[in-house]
């Protein structure tokens, strides 16, 4: 009987054992299966750090202050900046993956997927560790593994933004220079004493417009040197045009000898902008090339009609900026434009 009671209390304490350590094991499993992407408070992420099995890397950070730089060296654009913390906080699994491209999901994430690691105040370890794998077949979600704690999700998932459709991992890109703010200028208007425009090739007439007062302006024509009053409602909207001057992108494919020898040659129009409490700002517009056998309404031309290259002193040498002839419409115009309401603010 002693035996048998024995026995029964030995079974019933191997069980008891079996059970805690199998449900150790599920609990072991189940923290390593993360499925929350998600960082709600993202006024707390200071630093993005993002890179790729090739060596490619770049980080995103602040330091108290709502101004995000690239690598600590320049601005980062603000609407890359934003659809990346609006990412963080409206990600959600939208399925789990087959059985079948469990494996082939795995082994793509682990050769080449983008690893973005976030940072918040205070934190020298990421809070979370986001690894970016290939879009799905229907290219409306995309393959991550989530880390966190220093552990790894035992598993990848189907993820996407709330409410919307689509590809998330082109918006994690790590070129620095597509990371920078295409900002050339960027100034408080009512700060700006006089903007001078200079036209070199294209016929238009130069001139300097002057702050003499409050909402009192003069303006000069530069060729005959005839000077008049100009109204504060045409010349306050003009002075506005010149709050944020944006580029479109950046030359980086183009030989440098090619590109220096365009810049050192007569440039199209120059700017000269005195502000108030800072140094004058200079910009300078150059044609860009057409390419080789290019025309216009079956015409052969040489310049590019829709696009030039652009410097200011604003930005450091050696950057080769590509901006809209639409963009600098407004900025340069000919001294006629001011004797018509083309600057009238609506």
């Known amino acids: 009987m002693k035996n ?5 209390i030995l079974l019933l304490l191997l069980l008891a054992a079996y059970f805690i350590y199998d449900s150790n094991s599920i609990k072991s499993i189940s923290e390593r299966d993360f499925r929350d992407f998600a960082i709600k408070d993202t006024s707390k992420i200071d630093r993005i750090f993002m890179s790729q099995p090739n060596g490619k890397k770049v980080l995103i ?4 202050t709502n101004k995000w730089l690239v690598n600590g060296k320049f601005v980062a654009r603000p609407d890359a900046i934003q659809l ?19 494996n082939h999901v795995v082994k793509r994430l682990a050769s080449g997927a983008t690893k973005v690691e976030y940072y918040l105040k205070g934190e020298n370890q990421p809070r979370k560790i986001w690894y970016i ?22 598993t990848p998932y189907i993820t996407h933004r709330l409410m919307e459709r689509g590809y998330l991992g082109s918006r994690f890109f790590l070129d620095p220079i597509l990371w920078r703010d295409r900002i050339i200028l960027k100034t408080n208007p009512q700060k700006i004493e006089s903007i ?34 100009l109204a504060p409602e045409i010349a306050i909207p003009y002075f506005k045009e010149f709050s944020a ?14 590109l220096d020898s365009i810049f050192s040659s007569e440039p199209r129009h120059e ?29 052969p031309i040489l310049h590019h009609p829709e696009r030039m290259y652009t410097y200011c002193s604003d930005l450091r040498e050696h950057t080769y900026l590509i901006v809209q002839n639409l963009t600098f419409d407004r900025l340069i115009p000919g001294v006629k434009a001011f004797k018509s309401s083309t600057f009238v603010e609506k």
């Open 84 to 102: 990346i913390l609006k990412t963080v906080n409206d990600i959600k699994v939208r399925q789990t993956i087959s059985k079948e491209t469990y």
């Open 61 to 64: 950070s602040r330091k108290d």
């Open 196 to 229: 001078e425009v200079i036209h070199h090739v294209d016929g238009l007439t130069s001139f300097i417009i002057e702050k003499v007062g409050i909402a009192d302006f003069t303006i000069t024509n530069l060729e005959s040197n005839e000077s008049w009053n």
């Open 245 to 258: 001057v944006y580029y479109e992108y950046q030359d980086v494919k183009t030989p440098r000898s090619q």
């Open 271 to 299: 700017l000269n902008i005195k502000i108030e409490d800072r140094s004058d700002v200079r910009i300078k517009n150059y044609y860009l090339p057409a390419a080789p056998g290019a025309t216009l309404n079956e015409k």
């Open 4 to 8: 048998t009671i024995g026995f029964v």
């Open 133 to 154: 794998g290939d879009a799905t077949a229907d290219n409306e979600g995309t393959y991550m593994l989530l880390e966190k704690g220093e552990k790894k999700s035992s």
